[in-house]
């Protein structure tokens, strides 16, 4: 029986980007030794989109499907106020079919997205 989801950042400062996932947007985390941290998130959903295939990652021997991050929250616009008072800048957000977008950037140098979904979710 399938209980959950573990998902697989990677980053260019990997301890930069734990001690923003744990600091900035305060996610629990349990330590497994070491100072590597695993995260908890919020409810999660998964949407298949097309692409070309070209869109992977090696691990463990393996091409396994790319991914794009996006956190859900009920008020976008709240959500990038309270990380600009944390000296976080999103960029602007967007208005798309599917819902309020924006990006938050990670210190590793890459970003992760956080939009309000004005579609119905199964989360």
Not at 21 to 40: K, N, P, T, Y
Not at 84 to 112: D, F, H, R, Y
């Amino acid at each position: 029986m399938i209980n959950g989801t573990h998902l697989l950042l990677y980053s260019a400062d990997a301890e930069a980007d734990r001690a923003f996932l744990r600091d900035v947007l305060g996610f629990r985390h349990v330590d497994v030794g070491q100072g590597w941290l695993i995260f908890g998130l919020p409810p999660a959903e998964v949407g298949v989109h097309p692409g070309d295939g070209t869109f992977v990652q090696q691990h463990a021997g393996k091409k396994m499907l790319g991914a794009v991050v996006y956190l859900m929250c009920d008020d976008v616009e709240g959500e990038v106020a309270h990380l600009a008072a944390k000296g976080v800048e999103c960029t602007e957000i967007e208005v798309a079919n599917w819902g309020l977008a924006t990006s938050i950037p990670m210190p590793g140098g890459g970003s992760i997205g956080l939009y309000q979904p004005t579609h119905e979710t199964a989360a």
